[in-house]
């Protein structure tokens, strides 16, 4: 039985926390421009399950847009629209085979020099070299026709093209920020914040930036603080006004919302908690299989009664934000008999303790993996555990880091992994699609399963192939065979939470998970 943790422990925990936020370091990021006369009063700290790994783009990018450090060329607005960012414009004038970019005026980095096509070819030739989504676009060359405008020479038309510079991975970094061999040796963008301290895997520090070309910061200084422990960020959320604290569990959300002095923000967004499989290894590698153990997941439970979220229940993979792509798919509850029945018309048997046996006589069992970051996850593989047991499958839930699925992908030993995947990373769906359904598989996608049609019809929605009645047939078709094979089976539609102070204004949620407003937030 685990142990109840003493109060005066969770106190000293909290304490600490917070003398680590605040400790000076020797080894601080100078910022090199003045700052706005934006609120002195108090640091903001914003607090997330998400640790930052690197400086890289390539790794932590999403992180430092989020934060409002670095910005991409194109950007989304709340209905999935593309819309300027540091570029002003885009076109191509040969259907999509070369586009041109051009640069919003007046741009300034960190560090005082001028956003430039020079400086966008640079970042975005060093991104092209590493494992990104621009590794999906078909990129042939990159090339500065002038000052203010860049030129990308695509391998095969691509009509989505824009939606992939939008990708975290695609934010622009000062020609300074780098390092002689390539590598990012500093963060610095062009955002309304600038990077004054960068610590992984736990902590940013960032000031306000004055030279900002957009809306420029209300609060001056802001800390960021990684911290994976549901319960930890609850306690921060209670015990500071000046924290803004993102991915609550169930529990703790409701213990929030009951607080006169807190507000609480929900928002359903572009993102599904699902399990993949391993359809190599049995019995994932019957597709009837697949199928039945998705009828066995009581999604409305779950949806409902676990997580709290009213009507989130995902009978397919991307979440309701793309209408087009969705299927007229109705909702059921498991009806366990007759799920046990099926599986043995195709083989099983059931011994006398109840469980599950295959046609050698051993019993079905696997490993399920997740990880604690998202605090959804290990309550949904609970239930998952439950439910699966109905029919007499023993699952062992493994509940690690947030790395383990895609190592144990790359060496084989994955069976199922339960996470939540971000279908607006690149604000249309199909450039994630493409890297998650390729072929060859991929970390986050599909796992020794491929489908030949799915993959041509992927190739030509991607290469903007058909018109846009074609195109919604298309994408529904694409829905449906995902749908019937589950190589990816969906759950629940995620909703994201975020928890501060009354006095704090501006507070909002971005369904695309691009952006934490932090230049709209004022005390």
Do not use: C
Not at 13 to 42: C, E, F, Y
Not at 423 to 436: A, F, H, K, R
Request: hydrophobic fraction near 40%; aromatic fraction near 8%; avoid cysteine.
């Amino acid at each position: 039985m685990k142990k109840l943790i003493p109060v005066v422990v969770i106190v000293g925990i909290i304490a600490l926390i917070v003398a680590l936020i605040n400790r000076p370091n020797p080894h601080q990021q100078t910022a090199t421009q003045n700052t706005s006369d934006g609120d002195d009063k108090q640091t903001l700290t914003v607090v997330t399950p998400w640790e930052l790994t690197s400086t890289d783009p390539s790794t932590s990018g999403f992180i430092y847009q989020r934060l409002g450090i670095a910005e991409t060329l194109v950007d989304v607005d709340e209905q999935g629209k593309l819309i300027p960012a540091l570029a002003s414009d885009w076109h191509s004038d040969d259907h999509g085979k070369t586009w041109y970019f051009r640069l919003r005026d007046g741009v300034k980095f960190h560090d005082g020099s001028t956003l430039d096509s020079d400086a966008v070819v640079n970042a975005l030739t060093i991104a092209l070299g590493k494992p990104t989504a621009l590794e999906s676009a078909h990129i042939q060359a990159i090339n500065a026709t002038d000052a203010s405008t860049v030129q990308f020479v695509l391998q095969s038309p691509l009509q989505a093209f824009p939606a992939y510079l939008a990708h975290a991975t695609a934010i622009i970094l000062s020609p300074k920020a780098y390092d002689a061999k390539g590598e990012v040796a500093q963060v610095i963008g062009t955002g309304a914040y600038q990077a004054t301290l960068i610590e992984p895997p736990q902590k940013v520090e960032q000031v306000a930036f004055d030279g900002y070309w957009g809306q420029k910061a209300h609060i001056k200084h802001i800390t960021y603080l990684a911290n994976s422990r549901s319960e930890s960020r609850t306690l921060l959320a209670q015990s500071s006004p000046n924290h803004l604290v993102y991915n609550l569990d169930a529990a703790s959300l409701a213990r929030l919302q009951a607080d006169d002095n807190l507000q609480v923000h929900t928002k359903s967004i572009a993102r599904t908690i699902q399990y993949k499989v391993n359809a190599k290894a049995a019995p994932f590698d019957d597709v009837k299989v697949r199928q039945i153990l998705s009828q066995a997941i009581d999604r409305q439970g779950i949806s409902e009664s676990i997580l709290q979220i009213n009507g989130g229940m995902a009978e397919q993979i991307l979440p309701p934000l793309f209408a087009d792509w969705q299927l007229d798919l109705p909702h059921k509850k498991p009806d366990y008999d007759a799920l046990k029945q099926a599986l043995f018309e195709l083989g099983f048997s059931q011994n006398a303790e109840g469980k599950l046996l295959d046609s050698h006589g051993k019993p079905v069992k696997f490993t399920l993996k997740t990880f604690s970051d998202r605090p959804e996850l290990p309550l949904v593989a609970t239930a998952l555990q439950a439910q699966f047991a109905k029919l007499g499958i023993d699952v062992d839930v493994a509940i690690g880091n947030f790395s383990d699925i895609p190592a144990s992908h790359q060496n084989g030993t994955l069976q199922m992994a339960l996470y939540a995947r971000n279908y607006g990373l690149i604000p249309d769906p199909i450039g994630t699609l493409m890297e998650d359904f390729d072929a060859k598989g991929s970390d986050w996608g599909v796992m020794n399963w491929q489908n030949p049609t799915l993959t041509t019809l992927l190739t030509q929605l991607n290469d903007g192939k058909g018109g846009e009645s074609n195109d919604i047939a298309t994408k529904k078709q694409i829905s449906q065979i995902i749908h019937d094979e589950q190589p990816i089976t969906p759950i629940v539609y995620y909703q994201q939470q975020v928890v501060a102070n009354k006095k704090l204004s501006g507070v909002t949620l971005d369904p695309f998970e691009r952006h934490f407003h932090l230049n709209q937030l004022s005390w």
